[in-house]
Nanobody, 114 residues
């Protein structure tokens, strides 16, 4: 079962967006989950992930201090709060298990205009 991402859109530099990822409750309860992004012409990269049960959350250097995975995630939803957005954050954002073991969803487009 593939996750479903939503919440993307067009935002100006410095703006904020909150992405959502919905999957089965069991997906979140038994897997470490991550947010990935893929910009045009670039490989998909992991930008943030939380360990199983949300015990620990980690961020890539490129988003540290600006993006967070709120700890008040619903049982079957994971969020990505993105603040102080930059043009280089423009990408399609996906969620998946750490290692990308589920089928990839459609993702949600985030476009940051300068």
């Amino acid at each position: 079962v593939q996750p479903v991402e939503s919440g993307g859109g067009l935002v100006q530099v410095g703006g904020s967006l909150r992405l959502s990822c919905t999957a089965s409750r069991s997906t979140f309860s038994i897997n470490p989950m991550g947010w990935y992004r893929q910009a045009p012409g670039k490989q998909r990269e992991l930008v943030a992930y939380m360990t199983t049960g949300g015990v620990s959350i980690n961020y890539s250097d490129s988003v540290k201090g600006r993006f967070t995975i709120p700890r008040d995630n619903a049982k079957n939803t994971m969020y990505l709060q993105m603040n102080s957005l930059k043009p280089e954050d423009t990408a399609v954002y996906y969620c998946n298990t750490l290692g990308g073991r589920l089928s990839w969803g459609q993702g949600t487009q985030v476009t940051v205009s300068s």
